[in-house]
T-cell receptor, first 111, second 112 residues
Framework: GQQVQQSPASLVLQEGENAELQCNFS?????LQWFYQRPGGSLVSLLS???GTKHTGRLTSTTVTKERRGSLHISSSQITDSGTYLCAMERRGGSNYKLTFGKGTLLTVTP | EAAVTQSPRSKVAVTGGKVTLSCHQTNNHDYMYWYRQDTGHGLRLIHY???????EKGDIPDGYKASRPSQENFSLILELASLSQTAVYFC???????????FGSGTRLTVL
């Protein structure tokens, strides 16, 4: 079935360093989405990117759909960026679209 | 701001018992979803709905039913809870299919 692989599984940075998170998916996707999960559970949508590069604040998402890969770059990391970053592949399922999630990258930013 | 509210926040159930998880959204969104999250599996789609009184199966629907009595409310029903259904359950809503999902805070379900 469809799979989404995220790497690294965990990442520890010092405040101010940049983070690069990778996402690879096993089948054709219409779009990649990135979510942030706070320690303690709730999820927030960060970026939705069908192809190319998108920026929002300190986040840059790059999606290369044909090569089935994407990345999320976080510049100048802050302690409050700590949490889990989830990549989700959007695919067509009948008349609707479905998301398949990766297991996430746990980011820890230290002082 | 878009709001999705889940209840209860946590629940302990006995094996074989019935469990109902509730979700309410004030976003005026057509699409609502139920996901479960387990260590080692990430988030997986159980059921979803795009119109009241209709639900669709997701990727792992076995052992679960869903109910969408109104646009605002979406319930997940475990008729006979099993140990393997211990997980954190998330409800989400979106205006358009799979686009910009808004998640609730989650329900931690423990089946003993």
């Amino acid at each position: 079935g469809q799979q989404v692989q995220q790497s690294p599984a965990s990442l520890v940075l010092q405040e101010g360093e940049n983070a690069e998170l990778q996402c690879n998916f096993s089948s054709t996707a219409t779009r990649l989405q990135w979510f942030y999960q706070r320690p303690g559970g709730s999820l927030v949508s960060l970026l939705s990117n069908p192809s190319g590069t998108k920026h929002t604040g300190r986040l840059t998402s790059t999606t290369v759909t044909k090569e089935r890969r994407g990345s999320l770059h976080i510049s100048s990391s802050q302690i409050t960026d700590s949490g889990t970053y989830l990549c989700a592949m959007e695919r067509r399922g009948g008349s609707n679209y479905k998301l398949t999630f990766g297991k996430g990258t746990l980011l820890t930013v230290t002082p | 701001e878009a709001a999705v509210t889940q209840s209860p926040r946590s629940k302990v159930a006995v094996t074989g018992g019935k469990v109902t998880l509730s979700c309410h959204q004030t976003n005026n969104h057509d699409y609502m979803y139920w996901y479960r999250q387990d260590t080692g599996h990430g988030l997986r789609l159980i059921h979803y709905s795009y119109v009241a009184d209709s639900t669709e199966k997701g990727d792992i629907p076995d052992g679960y039913k869903a109910s969408r009595p109104s646009q605002e409310n979406f319930s997940l029903i475990l008729e006979l809870a099993s140990l393997s259904q211990t997980a954190v359950y998330f409800c989400a809503s979106s205006r358009v299919s799979a686009e910009t999902l808004y998640f609730g805070s989650g329900t931690r379900l423990t089946v003993l």
